[in-house]
Every structure is written in structure tokens, then in C-alpha cells.
């Protein structure tokens, strides 16, 4: 257990999936942290100092020593904080919880995210058959309340963008990537998800994000 007086800092914007993925992991352990926010479209000296590889958040920053890259961010609070694992003991099914949290990073948030900013309607078309092909391939996985069961685990935490984000950025476009129909389990565990209340605390104002989504949604398509 990580000692109460050790420094916590986590650099993030309001409105990442990444940064709120790693808010939930701290708030499910109780770990205090001061979050640095960070302006979108700039790079602050404090961001290139402790990630000048990707210049990019979220970066958590335990007593001076810098981990950049949400998924490794998970693992490291897990590690060192051991009250509330996120990630599965048996090696299996830790096996199997970074599969799959690499498998959303990789096919469940770049495509539907194309799929709604794509002014190209071909390549709109493609992304939205990814997005379903990958979002089935989890309905189909989920066995249970959450991926980990009872309780939220490490593939739930990765999986945030799915839950909160799609439907966000989905009904800007008018598509229907995620919906009840199609991904009956997948959508009932979404709103277990954010209704959950340390997530809930975790997710930002849905309407300034709408917003924020929809002027550079209009401007896309305004460009055509």
C-alpha cells in the first residue's frame, strides 16, 4: 500500500476518455491526486517536460516519476496500490483483460470516431462496419454485469469510450453505431457503466462536450 503523503498528479483535459479512464481507477482505490489540467491545442512546458516522447495526456506523475499511455497508467496504480485490483490475479484472465483492452483501443475507438468525422461517405461506410464488427465482437464477450463481473475491472475502465463517448459523437452525425438493438448486453452494460457512482463522478458535462463535438462536426461538413 502506497503511503497517504506520496505526491499524485495526473495532467489531463476535461473530456478525454484517456485522462477519465485513469480519474476512475484513482477514484475506485481512494487516491488522492492533483489533477494539472491541460488546454487542448497546446503544449504546456509541464506536458513536454514529463511526456516529450508523445507530447500528449494523460500523464500520471507519481513522486516526480512520469508514466504516459492510459492502459500502462491502469496497471501502475494497480500495482501500487493493491485495495480495489482492477485487473484480474489469474494470469489468464490478466491475459485475456489486456487482449481485450487493446482490442478496444484498436478497433472500438478510431472507427466509429471516423465513422462520425469523415466527410469521404466510402470511407464513412467502412468505418461504420468496423465499428459494428468490433462492438459485436464484445457483445459477444460479456458475460456478465460488467466484464468483471459484479464489479468493474480493468476492461470496463478501457472500455469508458464505448459506453460515453459513442453516443455522444453518434448522435451528432445522426448514426446509429451503438444502440440497444443491435448491442442489447453491450447496451445495458453501458448504462450500468455510467450510472455506477464513482464513474459518474468521473465523466465530464455531457453539453459542453456535445457542443464542443458538433461545432467541429458542422465545420467538417461545412469544408465539403
Known sequence: MAASQEEVKLLG????????????????KGIEYKFLEQQLGTKSELLLKYNPVHKKVPVFV??????????????????????NPI??????????????SKFIDDKCVTAPWKAVFTVDEKEREKNVEESYEALQFLENELKGKFFGGEEINFVDIAAVFIAFWIPLVQEIAGLELFTSEKFPKLYEWSQELINHPVVKECLPPRDPLFAFFKARYDSLIASK
Not at 87 to 100: D, G, I, L, T
Open 13 to 28: 483535459i476535461v473530456g478525454s476518455p484517456f485522462v477519465c479512464r485513469v480519474e476512475i481507477a484513482l477514484k475506485l
Open 62 to 83: 507519481h513522486n516526480e516519476k512520469p508514466i504516459a499511455e492510459s492502459l500502462v497508467i491502469l496497471e501502475y496504480i494497480d500495482e501500487t496500490w493493491k485495495n
Open 87 to 100: 485487473m484480474p490475479s489469474e494470469p489468464y484472465q490478466k491475459a485475456m483483460a489486456r487482449f481485450w
